[in-house]
C-alpha cells in the first residue's frame, strides 16, 4: 500500500479558508467549488481535498472564521448594550459580505466561547437577568438571520442604507425592552 502524498509545502488550512472566503465574498458561497478553489490556490484537487475533506467542512470552517473576524474589543466603561448591539452588527456586515455564509455561521456551531460570554457578561451589566440571557442571544440571532435574508433579496423596498438603520433600531428596541420587562430593572426612561 502506498502512502498518501504528501500535502504541497505552503498549502495549508488557513490559507485554504482565507482564499474560499476571498471567493464567496465575490460570487457568494453557493457558486464556491472545491475545483474553483483549487485552481485559484494553484493546486491539485486532491491536494485540497488533504486539508479539508468536503465543502460542506469548508463552509463550517469559514464560518468560523468568520465568528472569530466579528470579534470587537469592548472599551471599560463603555455602554454595555451599545456594544452588543455595535457586535451584532459588525457581524451582521461579515455575513453581508460573504453572501450565503449566514447559515454556516449563525447555526452551524460556531460561537466563540470567549465572545459569547463578553456579550453574557455586557447584557447581564446591563440590567438583564442571566436567565434572560439566553432568550436574548437566540433573539438577536433569529433577527439577525431574518434581516440577512431580507436585506439579499433583490425586490427589497427599502435602499440598503434605510434597511441597516431599521435593523440597527430592531436591536436597539430587543436589547433595550428585554431589559426593562426584567422585575426590578428601570425602563429605559427611569434610568
Known sequence: MTAAPAPRPGLSTELIVDTA?????RDGADTLSMRQLSAELGVSLGATYRHVAS???LLVLCGRRLYTRSYLERVPGSDPLAWVRDQVMHFYDLLRAHPGMADHTLFAGNLDPDLSAAVRA???EAGHSEANVEKVGLILTLYT?????AANRPTSPHPASNTRELIVSGIDFILRSYASDEPGSARPSEA
Not at 472566503?21 to 465574498?25: G, P, V
Open 122 to 124: 455586557s447584557l447581564v
Open 21 to 25: 472566503l476571498r471567493l464567496i465574498a
Open 55 to 57: 465543502k460542506d467542512e
Open 145 to 149: 438571520a431574518g434581516a440577512l435574508m
